[in-house]
């Protein structure tokens, strides 16, 4: 059973900067594809990123293009999403997940474990 644990959210102003960090314990935990999705109060759970498990291949949702980089350390086993130019509409609980055998999926269905989240509010 792969086990997720995030770590790095908080409280930043508009512009600041978030790194968020996703540690991945359990058999086989470094050859998940390990995407990020959040989810804000009332909406429904979003697609931010995914990375391959090589680490060499990433996509981006359209509002976070530019602004977030998606990256891991398989000897960490450890994901991590570096979160710049913050704004209030990315305020969510993020939540870390990995798959097994879906690969860049942005349905959160396609994924087999999740993290227990972890907030992350930008102040204007």
């Known amino acids: 059973q792969v086990q997720l644990v995030e770590s790095g959210g908080g409280l930043v102003q508009a512009g600041g900067s978030l790194r968020l960090s996703c540690a991945a314990s359990g058999p086989s935990s470094g050859s998940l594809y390990m995407a990020w999705f959040r989810q804000a109060p009332g909406k429904e759970r979003e697609f931010v990123s995914v990375?391959?498990?090589?680490?060499?291949?990433?996509y981006y949702a359209d509002s976070v293009k530019g602004r977030f980089t998606i990256s891991r350390d398989n000897a960490k086993n450890t994901v991590y999403l570096q979160m710049n130019s913050l704004k209030p509409e990315d305020t969510a609980v993020y939540y870390c997940?990995?798959?097994?055998?879906?690969?860049?999926?942005?349905?959160?269905?396609?994924?087999?474990?999740w993290g227990q989240g972890t907030q992350v509010t930008v102040s204007s």
């Open positions: 997940a990995a798959s097994n055998s879906s690969p860049y999926a942005r349905d959160p269905l396609k994924y087999d474990y």
């Open positions: 990375i391959s498990w090589r680490g060499g291949i990433t």
